[in-house]
């Protein structure tokens, strides 16, 4: 648990949309999913998803319906609308470009400069 | 459309809270029940899996908060948490929350009734179709808007600007509806008037231009809705009935609309007749002589007033240059109809201004007093908002709740405002102060109004509101827990102790204002006006309205006077031109020249007395004093030398001294000689302000007048009085219009500007005095509650309780000294202003001083008597055990 990384303020949501992406998910499913794409590194803790996806279908990027989960539970199911698909390739684009950014601003070498 | 979408959003979440809620905690216990299978799986019991879960999910209570944030609809609900939070606050100082509703409720009242003074004069046009269209003609200098009759019909036919033009003529005649005849105001009109305003009739028809054949035709009566509904009692059958109007038939043909209410705002008449049936073909074939009241019409489609203008000059240029003697030059510009252009529009416009100048001002006034006072208890609560800070409640969420409150505190004070505003107004509409003529000024509160003062309600909340924002914005809750207090004690004069100098001096001079009124007013009453007005009645007649010719007036007015004489109990009877004080309106002043003056011009004019035509009996009904010499006998007629009686000014004025005048003679207008036989004490006649006039008092034998006044003394019951007055009358001719009232009530129209300007300035007052004092308490408590630990410090150490007030309110009673005594002062300057409308208006009376200061002192008492309890209920023990 120690060597998990805190989450960077506005990466919950991108993390969510993605998690979404690959099919609808209750949200202790998101936490889980989120967990095994990210190779369990992120820190998140489980209420703190919530306001995240109450703010997300606000937006309209994600829609909300009852259903039954894999545990015959019933439980609240998360997709992505097309809006929410849009948002996450603009976002993912983003982020790559700032990842590469600040990547290559850190592992600049001095005879570089 | 987001906006909308996300409102409706927001409001839909309200009222679905509930299910919300229930939705919310479903979810997060679903995901809790996830978790514990999978930890229950992993070989935990039941019971440990879901208690490891619940704390692996962390603060509960928190995220639901956040999500229901997140999902909004939280604003609304915290903004009804606030508005609970603010009433029970309020609930809980009834004291402060009285205070400011009230302070507001006189403010925005005051604003709302001047607002709808402003509305109904200015902003709403007459009621008819069209009324940005329709303006009235303004013919330049002298009589504005009036017009003969044949240039009228040449503007009429020759302009190019006007869809059409109308004119139309207030006027007053006799009605004989075969009950008792009365005199009525009525609109004479040109045959195409109700064309012209494109209106239609209630009941039956209106006349038009095809109506009109000459003088004396189409003798048709249009009631106004007003007069159909209280003296036709709203018959129907009133439509085709024939009365008399001065003694000639007309037949009714029509109802106006109720809306509908002339094109004059100040005088709404009872009927409409058409202008060639009431006039003579003399009157209406004179082109000299402007007497038709005012020309109005639609302007054409896309023509503006300025573009109209040249056009009608150019017709004003062809009617001079046609009939040089009977036009002068015209300088024509158009005007909004309704009001009579300048001449009533815009000392009309200044005067609302003004009111309404002063009514923003108490409302700022107000706002100041209410933001000192909602600063006072921001101090009072700065604990309450540290601790608040503290605990992490954001400054934007405590801002937002002050302003609830605030706005809560305002819309109150607006709701009863409006609420006392409206109630005034009613009454104000239904009011009207002058029996004999009926103005009609609508100041029902309308739509306008209401919004206006919920507006200002509502900008008024935000202004005091804002006031403590800084105060809170700067609170430093780690310093505030620490140390208990809030500020330094500030020793500089600020801004707000300015304003509030200002302000009490304003009201200072409001209250010396109102006083000195008050007492002008009361010593008006009992004044000596050179007469006794007490126990007369006065009946107002026009034989010439009746239909007498001028050489059966006098023999009729005889016999008038001989039938009031056999009433019982009538002390004595007399007939005058016009009751001095009365404002009859038929009062005129005439020159006079000396004897010895041969080239009467309006340069050797001696003296321009008021010319009263009295009986004989006169003076002795009016009690009059007689000084000298003899009154008139009835001897003194056509036959016999002129004579008059002349009062105290007359004789200084042209004989130099009231010792010789008696036998001496003077000259009228025409150079007839009269010879003075007597002299009255001089007398009020026209206003009670007014300093002595001259005038002269003629035989009405020799100087006949048709219109006139009898006055009947007598002590027994006014009302019996009146009946048998009018009974008596209506036995000589039952044709005759009379209006009675008695001599008192006459004088009541006189002292009708007096008593307004002394309301007005009454309410003023009272306006200032509540604000002044809400402004000192708000001051004096809030030095109070600043200063409290450091007052109880000086109780710890032995401070009397006269230093304490010191300590506490010495700076509040300066203020209040300082600006009382400048108000005073002020107020003393500027009373020689009032001086024109209140009767012996002078502060320099030891009454009115002490009273000022009274008024004043008692205001402070008031105003600081919460504060010094408080101050002098300080415990130290308690104080600084607390802090």
Aim: hydrophobic share 45%.
């Amino acid at each position: 648990m120690t060597d998990q990384a805190q989450l960077l303020p506005g990466t919950l949501d991108l993390l969510i949309l993605r998690a979404v992406s690959l099919g609808p998910l209750h949200g202790y499913g998101i936490l889980l999913r989120i967990g095994q794409i990210s190779g369990n590194a992120l820190l998140i803790e489980q209420g703190a998803l919530y306001p995240g996806l109450f703010r997300l279908v606000r937006q309209g990027l994600l829609k909300a319906s009852w259903g039954t989960s894999e545990n015959n539970r019933r439980a609240k199911f998360y997709e992505l609308t097309a809006a929410g698909r849009k948002r996450l390739r603009e976002e993912t684009a983003n982020w790559n470009r700032l990842v590469s950014a600040i990547g290559s601003a850190l592992g600049a070498q001095p005879e570089e400069v | 459309m987001k906006l909308l979408d996300s409102l409706r959003f927001r409001i839909a979440t309200l009222f679905h809270r509930s299910q919300m809620n229930a939705e919310l905690e479903e979810e997060l216990r679903s995901h809790i029940q996830h978790r514990a299978d999978d930890l229950e799986r992993s070989g935990l019991s039941r019971a440990e899996a879901e208690r490891r879960a619940r704390i692996e999910f962390g603060g509960h209570a928190r995220y639901k908060e956040e999500s229901r944030e997140a999902a909004g609809g939280t604003l609304l609900e915290s903004f009804f948490k606030d508005v609970r939070y603010a009433l029970r606050l309020l609930r809980k100082s009834p004291g402060f929350t009285v205070v400011a509703v009230v302070t507001l409720a006189l403010a925005i009242g005051a604003n709302a009734v001047v607002f709808s003074a402003l509305n109904a004069c200015l902003l709403r046009p007459l009621n008819v179709p069209q009324p940005e269209s329709l303006y009235g003609l303004q013919y330049g200098e002298g009589v504005k808007g009036a017009q003969s009759y044949p240039n009228y019909l040449d503007f009429r036919d020759r302009n190019n600007s006007f869809d059409d033009l109308a004119a139309y003529h207030m006027t007053r005649v006799g009605l004989d509806t075969g009950e008792n005849p009365t005199r009525v105001w009525i609109y004479e009109v040109t045959g195409n008037y109700f064309d012209v305003l494109k209106i239609q009739p209630y009941l039956g028809r209106f006349f038009n231009p095809s109506d009109e054949h000459g003088a004396h035709s189409a003798p048709y009566i249009v009631l106004s809705h007003g007069y159909w509904h209280s003296h036709f009692q709203d018959d129907p059958g009133a439509v085709g009935r024939t009365v008399e109007i001065n003694k000639r038939p007309f037949t009714i043909i029509g109802v106006a609309p109720p809306q509908f209410k002339g094109t004059f705002v100040l005088l709404s008449p009872d009927f409409f007749v058409p202008i060639v049936s009431l006039e003579d073909a003399d009157t209406l074939n004179t082109r000299s002589g402007r007497w038709i009241f005012e020309t109005i019409g639609h302007l054409k489609t896309g023509v503006t007033p300025a573009q109209a203008a040249p056009d009608l000059n150019s017709i004003g240029e062809y009617l001079q240059k046609t009939y040089p003697k009977a036009n002068g030059k015209m300088n024509i510009s158009l005007s909004r109809a309704g009001l009579y252009g300048e001449t009533f529009e815009r000392p009309l416009r200044g005067f609302v201004a003004a009111l309404m100048l002063l009514a923003g001002l108490i409302l700022l006034a107000a706002c100041a007093n209410l933001g000192s006072l909602f600063a006072a208890r921001a101090a009072e609560r700065s604990r309450e908002v540290a601790v608040r800070l503290a605990l992490g409640s954001s400054r934007f969420r405590i801002l937002r709740q002050l302003f609830t409150e605030a706005l809560l505190i305002s819309l109150a004070g607006g709701a009863v405002g409006i609420w006392g505003g409206a109630m005034l107004l009613r009454r104000l509409s239904a009011w009207n102060p002058f029996p004999q003529l009926p103005t009609n000024v609508p100041v029902n509160p309308d739509a306008n109004v209401y919004a206006v003062a919920v507006l200002l309600a509502f900008v008024s909340g935000i202004l005091f509101g804002a006031v403590p924002v800084r105060q809170v914005l700067h609170t430093d809750p780690y310093e505030l827990i620490k140390s208990g207090s809030l500020a330094k004690l500030g020793r500089r004069i600020t801004f707000r102790e300015v304003l509030l100098a200002v302000q009490i001096a304003i009201c200072a001079v409001l209250v010396t204002f109102s006083l000195v009124a008050v007492r002008g007013l009361l010593r008006s009453l009992h004044s000596d006006f050179g007469f006794e007005p007490e126990n007369v009645i006065l009946a107002d007649t026009d034989l010439d309205m009746a239909g007498y010719p001028d050489d059966a007036v006098p023999a009729m007015q005889k016999r008038m006077l001989e039938a009031m004489q056999t009433i019982p109990d009538v002390t004595s009877v007399g007939l005058t031109n016009c009751a001095p004080l009365s404002s009859c309106g038929r009062l005129s002043r005439s020159s006079v020249y000396s004897d010895t003056t041969s080239d009467l011009r309006p340069s050797t004019v001696a003296a321009s007395p008021l010319q009263f035509q009295i009986s004989p009996e006169f003076f002795a009904v009016a009690e009059m004093p007689v000084l000298a010499g003899r009154v008139f006998t009835s001897h003194d007629d056509k036959s016999s030398p002129r004579v008059a009686v002349i009062n105290q000014a007359f004789a200084r004025e042209v004989f130099g001294s009231p010792e010789n005048a008696l036998g001496r003679y003077f000259k009228i207008w025409n150079g007839t000689r009269i010879q003075v036989v007597g002299m009255v004490r001089d007398g009020k006649y026209t206003s009670l302000t007014e300093d002595s006039q001259s005038a002269m008092f003629l035989p009405i034998l020799q100087a006949p007048a048709s219109a006139s006044y009898l006055m009947v003394r007598s002590e027994s019951n006014p009302q019996r009085l009146a009946a048998a007055i009018r009974s008596r009358l209506r036995d000589l001719d039952a044709g005759l219009p009379v209006f009675l009232q008695t001599w008192p009530e006459a004088l009541d129209r006189v002292l009708f500007g007096p008593r307004l300007a002394t309301l007005t300035l009454g309410v003023l007052g009272a306006l200032g005095a509540i604000l002044s004092i809400t402004g000192i308490f708000g001051m004096a408590a809030y030095s109070v509650s600043k200063r409290l630990r450091e007052l109880g410090i000086r109780v710890a150490l032995g401070a009397q309780r006269k230093e304490v007030l010191e300590a506490a309110l010495g700076r509040a009673v300066k203020l209040l000294a300082f600006g009382s005594a400048a108000g005073l002062l002020l107020g003393i300057l500027a009373s020689r202003v009032l001086a024109s409308i209140v009767y012996q208006a002078t502060p320099r009376d030891p009454l009115v001083l002490a009273g000022v200061v009274l008024a004043m002192a008692l205001l402070g008492l008031v105003a600081t008597w919460i504060p010094a309890q408080r101050a002098l209920s300080i415990d130290p023990a308690i104080l600084l055990r607390e802090e």
